[in-house]
Nanobody
Framework: QVQLVESGGGLVQAGGSLRLSCASSGSIPRINAMGWYRQAPGRQRELVAAITSGGTTNYADSVKGRFTISRDNAKNTVYLQMNSLKPEDTAKYYC?????????WGQGTQVTVSS
């Protein structure tokens, strides 16, 4: 069973930056999209950013201009660079990798932004 492992979360002051990484324990065939989601307490999980196999990116309006999703295919890793962090970005961040058969999820990494 392939597992996704997120890292890079932590506590940061407002205005600071973090870089999240998501690696796979094994190879996932024919990935067509990878993305980052987040879930704050009492709220639904929401899409933060996604990138397709063709390199097309998509961002939530709330993070446009501040967050950047990227990938390293050789390392099977997807990244989320988060700049100008705000307290409302506080959430648990999850990585997802998808192919036509299955969605693979990580266990999440906590991001806490203090004001």
């Amino acid at each position: 069973q392939v597992q996704l492992v997120e890292s890079g979360g932590g506590l940061v002051q407002a205005g600071g930056s973090l870089r999240l990484s998501c690696a796979s324990s094994g190879s996932i065939p024919r990935i067509n999209a990878m993305g980052w989601y987040r879930q704050a307490p009492g709220r639904q999980r929401e899409l933060v950013a996604a990138i397709t196999s063709g390199g097309t990116t998509n961002y939530a309006d709330s993070v446009k201009g501040r967050f950047t999703i990227s990938r390293d295919n050789a390392k099977n890793t997807v990244y989320l660079q988060m700049n100008s962090l705000k307290p409302e970005d506080t959430a648990k961040y999850y990585c997802k990798k998808s192919n036509e058969w299955y969605d693979y999820w990580g266990q999440g990494t906590q991001v806490t932004v203090s004001s």
